[in-house]
């Protein structure tokens, strides 16, 4: 069994940083890739960052400028850390883990909230 552990949310005043962490464990054949997704009430998830097995990572728009993603490889965790951050980033974070046989598999994790206010 697959489980998916963050952290690192909370509530921030506008401009702060946060750093959220997810580390994956259990019955994984292989990472492809792991990331983040965010949602907020009202509206559909959508991809904040993702990062590939080989190092490559992709961004949302709202998050190039701002949001940088890392990996620990070893500790099969990754983070995202969050700077200048804005109301509109307020949301549910979820961690995502693809992995499996040919990277079949996908795992989310339960979220985590993440509040931008002043």
């Known amino acids: 069994q697959v489980q998916l552990v963050e952290s690192g949310g909370g509530s921030v005043q506008p401009g702060g940083s946060l750093r959220l962490s997810c580390v994956a464990s259990?019955?994984?054949?292989?990472?492809?890739?792991m990331g983040w997704y965010r949602q907020a009430p009202g509206n559909q998830r959508e991809l904040v960052a993702r990062?590939?097995?080989?190092?490559?990572?992709t961004y949302a728009d709202v998050a190039k400028g701002r949001f940088t993603i890392s990996s620990d490889k070893p500790k099969n965790t990754v983070y995202l850390q969050m700077n200048s951050l804005k109301a509109d980033d307020t949301a549910f974070y979820y961690c995502?883990?693809?992995?499996?046989?040919?990277?079949?598999?996908?795992?989310w994790g339960p979220g985590i909230e993440v509040t931008v206010s002043s």
């Open positions: 259990g019955r994984l054949f292989g990472i492809d890739a």
């Open positions: 990062i590939a097995a080989d190092g490559t990572p």
């Open positions: 995502y883990v693809r992995g499996g046989p040919m990277g079949a598999n996908e795992y």
